[in-house]
């Protein structure tokens, strides 16, 4: 799977405390235009995992190659994110935080899942789309790494 490139997100939940919760994901795709349908595979050693089955929502905020350091934050255990990384989040509709500054946020409403493995598959509509007309390119992941194309 290394070899496949993808774009990386960012799937924000809400913690029991009802504070936003971040975790990077590359394990999404569009699934249909017609409902507009995305799906993402959560790994349930995770805290989004459970913080995604109570809430049944989630928003997907695309990240820019200048929030590199956003993905690899996100990327971290709660626990070992100490800090020293500027972020914020605006609120979106049906009570989902937008991380500020992605590319695109999509605000998406669990309709169905899968339990596979070590991860569930959740299919969800999308419900709202914000666009922040980013000027830079996606952020990338190929390779186990941040990958930029044009600096190859
Ligand atoms: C580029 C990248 C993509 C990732 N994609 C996923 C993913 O699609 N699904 C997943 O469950 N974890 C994925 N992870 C791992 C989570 O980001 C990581 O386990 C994180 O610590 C989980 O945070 P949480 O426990 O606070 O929810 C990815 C990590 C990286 C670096």
Redo the contacts with the bound molecule.
Sequence with gaps: MSQFATG?TVITTRDEQGEP?A??????TSVCLDPPTVL????H?????GFLEKLGRFGVNILGQDQEEL??Y?????EARKGGVEYSYADAADGLAALENSMVFMGCEVIGSHVYGD?TVYFAEVKEVRQNNHAVPPLM?FRSRWYNPAAE
């Design positions: 990386v919760h975790m990077t994901a590359n394990a999404f993402v595979s959560v790994a050693s995770t805290h989004t995992f993905g690899a996100f990327a971290l255990r709660p991860h992941f």
